[in-house]
């Protein structure tokens, strides 16, 4: 069973609840469910709507619910983080993007860098970019934020306009930059000097040039989403 099936089903048999007249059970589950980073399905506060209202007689209490377990929320996903937090220099790296747009470690000095290095064929890379967009979006106004989208590993000649179909396509809004493949040495120097072993891999670097967070791994738009934002958010201050 997928964590994904899992949690559809345990949304599902909260709400079943309430539908069963049984409220007090209902909103162990609910809260249970919305104890979790990230956004929540409508439906699931519909339902959390739909017991106080069975409760109380109204809603008044609603709001207080949502607040408290979105406290628990923050305390639950910043002690989560904390244990992710590293702190090792960064290697020196530089490179140019298919537009000419130059940036290396010296470059981007007292600014957050998040890097993701990624590949087309790689389906929880190109699964990761709405999550990512969102990303980019929320920081957009913050000049000390910087985005680099690596693509690395290419298996094709044409992997530069595959990956530029790619984003244009979905109408992404990342600077593409490309780390191919040496030709006499076949390593793709900035994989090898971040030591990339799986993809996507993105690694978070503070104002001071420390790596802070190395995450692998596909992440949604919404746990995954949050958590990234929260890393963000954490190393800035």
């Avoid at 106004?141 to 000649?157: A, G, L, M, P, Y």
């Avoid at 791994?217 to 929260?230: A, L, V």
Wanted: hydrophobic share 35%; with cysteine; charged share 30%.
């Amino acid at each position: 069973m997928t964590p994904h099936f899992q949690k559809n089903l345990h949304d599902l048999y909260a709400i079943a609840l309430v539908k069963a007249g049984d409220p007090k059970v209902a909103i162990q589950e609910i809260k249970l469910e919305l104890q979790k980073p990230g956004d929540k399905k409508e439906d699931v506060k519909s339902a959390a709507r739909e017991i106080f209202e069975k409760i109380y007689g109204n809603d008044q209490y609603y709001n207080k619910f949502i607040d408290s377990v979105a406290e628990v929320n923050g305390r639950i996903l910043i002690e989560k983080i904390n244990k992710k937090m590293i702190s090792t220099p960064s290697p020196d790296f530089s490179i140019t993007s298919v537009k000419g747009k130059g940036v290396s470690l010296q470059s981007l000095k007292g600014k957050t860098i998040i890097i993701d290095f990624w590949a087309t064929w790689c389906q929880p890379c190109v699964g990761s970019f709405p999550a990512m967009q969102k990303l980019v979006n929320y920081v957009s106004k913050d000049t000390s934020v910087v985005f680099i989208f690596i693509h690395t590993s290419e298996r094709n000649s044409d992997a530069t306009e595959v990956a530029e179909k790619l984003l244009l396509m979905k109408h992404y809004t990342f600077d593409l930059y490309m780390d191919l493949k040496d030709p006499v040495r076949k390593e793709n120097p900035l994989g090898e000097t971040f030591e990339i072993e799986y993809l996507p891999t993105k690694i978070i670097i503070d104002k001071n040039g420390n790596i802070r967070f190395r995450e692998t791994g596909y992440i949604d738009e919404y746990e995954g989403y949050e958590e990234t934002k929260t890393m963000i958010e954490m190393i800035m201050k």
